[in-house]
């Protein structure tokens, strides 16, 4: 009997602690996506929504609109992160966007098809304050710059664009770098203010080049225990530790994984040919649109392309290998944007290119892509 009731007892304990842990693994794995619940009037019925990583370009998840409302869900790599929304109907000519700052977090939107842009209401975030305060500073003089902008295209395409206009525009004292500064002190005074939140924080490694040492440092100082050890300050003082490098200076050195899983260092891949080192990104237009003219570079023997994947997933790095036949080096970092390849070679965006000789000395960098072009000058270099 005795016997019978310690088994009773042991299977009732097990019972609980199945219990407790089915609940504790339901409560993390909603602590680790994002669910967005939104009410938005002014769009008609079936307009589509999508929601993607505003500095990856990854699509996370996409719906449609029935009765103003939708939902969407889906995991953020690094956690909290500008996002982007765009609802497209088909009463529009162009889609409508606009953007917050939030974590794997349960959040609510609420707003109306006139104010999408500026005024949605946003709640269940404790990160997308800190980007309203700094939108509020922002939103007028970007506004005044866009329509300075507008107005420059619009002179140049009637022909009366001249170098006095240039400099009333873009010179040391233009309208445009006097709405530019005003923007940087605004920004400026932001960060120092809130740095000891993600997203003040995150502004800070978006610009640290623009920023003195000094500033930076300063900054860095500032930060509470929460945040003094995270991917951000690793990654600012990477950059500020490391010279950009100029031409004839020597590769800086990182170490990555291969497609067979093991682990290799660039400077392994200087022998007898030149080469170019690429950052790559799959959710980047320009980086796709460029693909063909890779390939074609690819396969010349006097150039070793090694292409770096900057984004942190590692099924979607071997997705995007399968499915474009990529059959040159391609190499993966967990870290993403956050590693030290990333900051020391100070990539701002992708794609970003680096021509090596065979002795590993920088002959050329390109930032953006310049299409047949490019062939053309790595040939001539090369010669």
Not at 30 to 51: L, P, R, W, Y
Request: charged share 25%; glycine share 4%; hydrophobic share 35%.
């Amino acid at each position: 009997m005795k016997n019978k009731l310690n088994i009773m007892k042991n299977k009732l304990l097990l019972l609980i602690f199945l219990g407790i842990s089915i609940l504790f693994n339901s409560c993390k794995q909603k602590q680790e996506e994002f669910n967005i619940s939104a009410e938005i009037t002014g769009f008609e019925d079936n307009s589509k929504v999508i929601v993607s990583d505003r500095i990856t370009g990854k699509i996370l998840d996409s719906t449609t609109i029935i009765k103003n409302n939708f939902t969407l869900k889906g995991i953020l790599d690094n956690a909290p992160t500008d996002l982007s929304l765009v609802i497209t109907s088909s009463a529009d000519k162009d889609n409508l966007y606009s953007s917050f700052f939030i974590g794997n977090e349960n959040v609510k939107i609420s707003g109306d098809k006139s104010n999408f842009k500026d005024n949605l209401k946003i709640t269940g975030s404790k990160h997308n304050k800190f980007k309203v305060e700094l939108d509020n500073l922002l939103n007028h003089l970007s506004k005044e710059r866009s329509k300075k902008v507008q107005k420059m295209f619009s002179l140049r395409n009637e022909g009366k664009w001249n170098d006095s206009l240039h400099q009333a525009y873009w010179g040391k004292n233009g309208t445009i770098r006097q709405i530019d500064a005003q923007i940087f002190e605004k920004r400026k005074t932001f960060i120092s203010k809130n740095i000891n939140s993600d997203y003040a924080l995150s502004q800070l490694v978006t610009y640290k080049n623009d920023f003195s040492k000094e500033f930076v440092n300063e900054q860095i100082s500032k930060l509470n225990s929460t945040f003094k050890n995270t991917e951000y300050v690793n990654v600012i003082n990477t950059a500020i530790n490391t010279q950009q490098l100029k031409i004839n200076d020597k590769f800086y050195n990182f170490s990555a994984e291969n497609i067979n899983g093991n682990r290799v260092s660039f400077a392994d891949f200087f022998d007898k040919k030149y080469v170019l080192l690429e950052f790559f990104s799959p959710y980047c237009g320009i980086c796709l649109g460029a693909l063909p003219e890779i390939k074609k570079i690819a396969h010349n023997n006097k150039l070793d392309v090694i292409s770096l994947y900057v984004d942190k997933s590692k099924e979607d790095w071997i997705e995007h290998i399968e499915k474009e036949n990529i059959d040159w080096v391609s190499l993966w970092i967990d870290k993403g944007r956050y590693s030290d390849a990333y900051s020391k070679y100070h990539i701002t965006g992708t794609p970003t290119y680096y021509l090596f000789d065979k002795n590993g000395v920088l002959v050329k960098k390109w930032v953006g892509w310049y299409g047949k072009e490019f062939r053309t000058q790595l040939n001539e270099l090369m010669k």
